[in-house]
Each structure stands twice: as structure tokens, then as C-alpha cells.
């Protein structure tokens, strides 16, 4: 497995955007440090382009920000009235209408859903700032480990807009509805040990050793069979939307492709 992400060629490197790939890790590199890996149409849209372009080997895939921030959220150019060169403004999304301003924001989110998908685990490994879209792409993912300097906050109700990037679904999964709704309402910042102690966090980690404690959870996801990772990642992801005698049965119907798989009698 080569170390450094630079040595690896990108698959993917545009936008702010870098994706690299090494055997059965795929490493997708938020690559705009100079602000501080603040996120815009395009970067969703190279983002989206990074899920489609995995090599069928790939089985995990880890998300970091350079710099000393993950990301610290939209770019703020995109409140202005001129917006982002050759990018529609807020101003110019809001005039359009009902139908083209639906599918406006399902393409930008196309950038955050693909991250839980059965065939990979996702993990974000997450430093500094995450706010925001930075907090809602880190959300995205399955797993989160964090440093210990981490800052997750939720603007978007304090700008007049809501969290729309797929993030309030595995937010109130995550922390439960009263904390997620008090976390989104107040903007505050949630720090590494109350992230770690709700569950919004797995790890927390100093800052030295973060990328370290990912590749060693991505050892340890990779010692299991990817046909048992992705059944046992199928029923966990589904639980929640499932009776308890329905997860029972969804139980038994995955043992049972694993057990005739083993076997050599599957299809």
C-alpha cells in the first residue's frame, strides 16, 4: 500500500477535489486549504463524479480535508449577488421555478448521498473546522473519527436556510431528535468530547495521530469478507426502518446467502 496520497495518481483532481485510489481504499481529499476547503457547486459536483468513477475493488473510502480545517462550510461568495463565477446565485436559484429549484438542490446533494452505499464503508477522518456542508459531508459518511481540535457546528438556520445536504436524516439518528434540533437551532459548536460522547463521533484522536487511527480502522474493516461487510452494513442501515420480527427475518434471509456462499451452493 503506498503512504502518501501525493505518490498515488488521481483519478479525480479538480474543483477542490482529489481522488486517489490504492488497491481497496480509495482516499477522496477535500484539496483546497487556502479556504480552508470551503465548498461550492462544483466542488458537488467533482464530489458526485468521485462515487461514480470507484474502481469496482475499492471497499473503503476515506474522506479528509487538507489543511488545518475539514471544511468550513459553503463558500460565502455564494451570498453574494454575483455569486460564483458561472454558478447560478441563491438569488438566481429563488427565481426559478418550483421544478427547477428542486432539481437544483437534488443535484448538489448527489455529492453527499452516494458515501452509504452497501459495496464501501465510508469514513471521514476530520480535523479543525466542520461546518455547515463540512459538517453535513461528514455525516455522510458511515463512520467519523475526529481530532481532538474538531469543530462541528450547524449554520445554515442562522443564515435563514436550512440543512439541505442530507445532513438532519444521520443527525437525528446520531444524537437523537432534541439534541440535533438545539445543535441546528443555536449553531454552536460541538466540540470533540461531546461529539465522541453522543455517538456523532466514533474516536476522537489528537491531531498527529488521525490519520494513522484511519488507515488502522481501514486494516480492520478489510480483515472481514466484503461479502459479509456489505450484508451486515445492508441490515444495519435498514434496521431503523424495520420492525424488530422484520429485522428477525432480514437476519435470517442475509445468513442464509452467507451460509450457502461459504458452502459453495449459492447462486
Not at 466542488?43 to 473510502?61: D, F, I, K, N
Not at 461568495?77 to 437534488?106: C, H, N, V, W, Y
Not at 465522541?196 to 488507515?215: D, F, I, K, M, W
Request: net charge negative; aromatic share 4%.
Amino acid at each position: 500500500m503506498a503512504s502518501p496520497d501525493q505518490e498515488l495518481v488521481p483519478l479525480l483532481d479538480k474543483d477542490g477535489v482529489r481522488l486517489t485510489v490504492d488497491d481497496a481504499i480509495a482516499t477522496v481529499t477535500l484539496a483546497n486549504p487556502a479556504k480552508r476547503n470551503a465548498q461550492s457547486p462544483a466542488m458537488w459536483r467533482a464530489l458526485a463524479e468521485a462515487g461514480r468513477l470507484l474502481p469496482g475493488s475499492v471497499r473503503v473510502v476515506v474522506l479528509r480535508g487538507e489543511g488545518k480545517s475539514f471544511s468550513a462550510g459553503l463558500d460565502r461568495q455564494m451570498f453574494t449577488p454575483e455569486g460564483i463565477k458561472g454558478e447560478p446565485s441563491f438569488i438566481d436559484l429563488a427565481r426559478g421555478s418550483d421544478t427547477e429549484l428542486d432539481a437544483a438542490i437534488a443535484e448538489f446533494q448527489e455529492g453527499f448521498t452516494w458515501w452509504r452505499r452497501n459495496d464501501i464503508v465510508s469514513i471521514a477522518a476530520v480535523q479543525g473546522h466542520a461546518i455547515g456542508a463540512g459538517f453535513q459531508l461528514a455525516l455522510a459518511c458511515d463512520v467519523r473519527v475526529v481530532a481532538d481540535d474538531v469543530q462541528f457546528a450547524m449554520r445554515e438556520t442562522s443564515l435563514g436556510l436550512v440543512p439541505d445536504l442530507t445532513g438532519t436524516h444521520p443527525l437525528v439518528s446520531l444524537v437523537g431528535y432534541g439534541r440535533a434540533v438545539e445543535i441546528c437551532l443555536t449553531g454552536r459548536f460541538v466540540l470533540a468530547e461531546e461529539a465522541v460522547n453522543t455517538g456523532l463521533a466514533n474516536v476522537s484522536v489528537p491531531v498527529a495521530e488521525l490519520g494513522a487511527t484511519v488507515r488502522d480502522l481501514a486494516a480492520a474493516i478489510l480483515a472481514a469478507p466484503r461479502d459479509a461487510v456489505i450484508e451486515t452494513k445492508a441490515l444495519l442501515r435498514g434496521a431503523a426502518d424495520r420492525t424488530y420480527d422484520e429485522q428477525r427475518g432480514s437476519e435470517r434471509a442475509a445468513q442464509a446467502r452467507r451460509l450457502r456462499d461459504l458452502a459453495g451452493v449459492g447462486e
